[in-house]
């Protein structure tokens, strides 16, 4: 299938128009026309190759909402005509443990990446939503429900997943205490998520400039890092701390805020941290951890919930045509708080 999408031609250039193939459709396929696809940080730093592992031209996006265009012949859940989504991830071995039990995220083979990644039968690079059309694994697809906003959808399923997944690997839910550091894609998300599935919910700020959007997201309060003595009056108030951080930063401030048995998970930054102090963990037995993404049921789970709760994102629509700005943006948090690309505003062909 012949496809139009932007792609980064190097770490340093900016996006620019990229027609490409899509693989012809297996057996187990679904191929979708791409209606709204989320601007995440993830997608930044794989144009500019922050990680080390992208090739070019890359076609990034992992937050996809589409149109069902055509079906394989083995599949059986989807038909032509229905709204779906697809995330991170497009692929698994299946067989191992992990995807045995839902978690395809943690495949021992590695799941195969909806972009920055290569097809496992194939070989060929993978290249994710910033493209008018996608093919993925019908294992891999999941049903959008009725009632929740198309175009508000997208960032559900990286940003939405990311934060979800450990709320309920952390048994979140009402009389939990949650903190949320970062106000962000992934913070507001997850104060949402965590409103929603009852706790009591503080955002931890290093000031007090975003009350009013903390409270206004539905959080219970908000606690200013900065303060020294708000910070010693908070100690061991918080069972579940979510770190959104997307940049290397320091834990050591949020560590005494853990309540006995409590736990710091890390969502946002991939890479070194600053040096943490053993005292908090060892005196208090709590722990730092991290969270990726969530296996294909949980996030049906986190969708079906979403719709349920009327959760969505608070979001900017954007033409694809403006998609350097908003990454320049994003690098400055100028978002409130999630881009997305109206894909409409991409040609099916290049002219």
């Known amino acids: ?28 396929d679904v191929a979708m026309e791409i209606l709204y696809s989320g601007v995440c940080h993830s997608d930044l730093h794989t144009a ?13 996006g992992h937050e996809i909402v589409g149109r069902v265009t055509a079906v394989g012949v083995q599949v059986e859940k989807y038909k032509v005509g229905d709204h779906v989504a697809v995330g991170c991830m497009v692929d698994s071995c299946m067989s191992c443990d992990q ?15 909806t972009y920055a990644s290569q097809d496992r039968v194939t070989g060929e690079n993978t290249h994710g939503g910033y493209s008018k ?9 999941l049903r959008v429900p009725e009632g929740l906003d198309l175009a508000r959808t997208a960032p559900l399923l990286c940003a939405g997943i990311t934060t979800y997944s450990p709320l309920r690997t952390w048994n979140v839910g009402p009389g939990s205490r949650v903190g949320v550091v970062g106000l962000g894609g992934l913070g507001h998300m997850a104060v949402k998520l965590a409103v929603g599935l009852g706790a009591d919910v503080t955002v931890l700020s290093r000031s007090a400039d975003k009350t009013a959007d903390a409270l206004e ?15 010693a009056q ?16 320091d834990l050591n401030p949020y560590l005494p805020l853990l309540d006995v048995d409590g736990t710091l998970v890390i969502v946002g930054q991939i890479g070194p941290m600053e040096e943490t102090n053993t005292v908090p963990l060892l005196l208090g037995r709590r722990r730092i951890a991290g969270s990726p993404i969530g296996g294909i049921r949980e996030t049906q789970e986190m969708l079906d919930f979403c719709a349920k709760k009327n959760i969505l994102p608070d979001c900017e629509m954007i033409r694809m045509d403006q998609i350097n700005e908003a990454f ?24």
């Open 328 to 351: 320049e943006r994003m690098e400055k948090a100028d978002v409130r708080y999630r881009f997305v690309i109206d894909m409409a505003s991409l040609p099916a062909e290049a002219a």
């Open 1 to 28: 299938m012949r496809t139009t999408g932007y792609a980064a031609y190097s770490p340093t250039s900016p996006l620019a128009l990229f027609q490409f193939e899509r693989r012809s459709l297996r057996a187990n």
């Open 133 to 141: 059309h996608l093919v993925v694994r019908e294992d891999f697809c």
């Open 99 to 113: 995807c045995r039990k839902g978690e395809e995220q943690l495949c021992r083979a590695g799941n195969t990446g």
């Open 234 to 249: 908070a100690a061991n108030g918080f069972d579940l701390i979510i770190d959104t951080v997307p940049v290397k930063h």
């Open 48 to 60: 500019r190759n922050d990680w080390g592992w992208s090739y070019y031209p890359i076609v990034t």
């Open 217 to 231: 997201l539905g959080a219970d309060r908000l606690l200013i890092s900065s303060d020294s003595e708000a910070m």
